[in-house]
C-alpha cells in the first residue's frame, strides 16, 4: 500500500513538474509575442519631403483642408487586409470631424468598398482615377497625412486600429456600443 501511494505521489510530482514547465514556456512566448506585437503596432514616418507646407488642395484634396486647424486624412485601399480592418472601426459611424477618408480602389470597384463598410459622408473620397495619390506620389497604404493650419505637416503608416484612433486629432472616446465618438 505505502509503495503504491509513493508511486502515485512521485508521479504526481513529475506531472506537476512538467506542468509548471509548460506554464514557463508559455509565458515566455507570450512575452515574446508582446514584444513583436509592439513592435508591430508602431506607425513608421513617411517623408514628406517637398509636399511638407503645401495646401492640401494642391494635390486633389478639398478646399476645406487649407482651412484646418488640426486634420488627419486616412489613405485606405480596397485590397490591404490593415486598410479594411480600420474601415470596419469605423463602419456605419459618421467619420470623425478632423478625419478625412481617401478610398482608393486598388482593383474593382471602390464604391463596393465604401458600401461594404458604411463609409458615408461628405469627409468619404473615392479616388478612382488615383489623382490625388499620383499628385502626392503615395503607393503604400493605409497612410495618415496630417494637416496643420492647411498645411502638410507629416505623414506615417497606420498599422492598427488603435493608431488610427491615437493619431486622429480631436481625442475620442469610446461608448458601450464600441463606436468611437468626438470628445466635447
Not at 508511486?7 to 513538474?17: D, E, M, P
Not at 488627419?72 to 472601426?89: D, G, I, R
Not at 471602390?110 to 463598410?117: L, P, R, S, T, Y
Not at 492598427?160 to 481625442?171: D, G, W
Request: charged share 20%.
Amino acid at each position: 500500500m505505502t509503495t503504491v501511494l509513493l508511486i502515485v505521489i512521485c508521479l504526481l510530482a513529475v506531472v506537476l513538474f512538467v506542468q509548471i514547465g509548460a506554464q514557463v514556456e508559455l509565458f515566455q512566448q507570450v512575452k515574446q509575442i508582446r514584444g513583436y506585437l509592439d513592435m508591430e503596432d508602431k506607425p513608421t514616418p513617411v517623408e514628406l519631403g517637398t509636399l511638407e507646407g503645401a495646401p492640401p488642395s494642391r494635390f486633389g484634396l478639398p478646399a476645406a483642408l487649407d482651412e484646418a486647424e488640426r486634420a488627419m486624412v486616412l489613405f485606405l485601399s480596397n485590397k490591404c487586409e490593415t486598410c479594411h480592418n480600420l474601415a470596419s472601426a469605423l463602419r456605419g459611424g459618421a467619420v470623425p470631424p478632423s478625419m478625412w477618408v481617401v478610398v482608393v480602389p486598388v482593383s474593382g470597384d471602390g464604391n463596393e468598398f465604401i458600401a461594404e463598410f458604411g463609409l458615408y459622408g461628405e469627409r468619404v473620397i473615392l479616388d478612382e482615377d488615383e489623382r490625388i495619390v499620383g499628385s502626392i506620389g503615395l503607393d503604400i497604404t493605409p497612410v495618415a497625412l496630417h494637416v496643420t493650419e492647411g498645411k502638410l505637416t507629416r505623414a506615417h503608416t497606420v498599422p492598427t486600429v488603435r493608431q488610427m484612433y491615437a493619431a486622429a486629432p480631436v481625442p475620442y472616446k469610446h461608448n458601450l456600443a464600441g463606436k468611437p465618438s468626438v470628445r466635447h
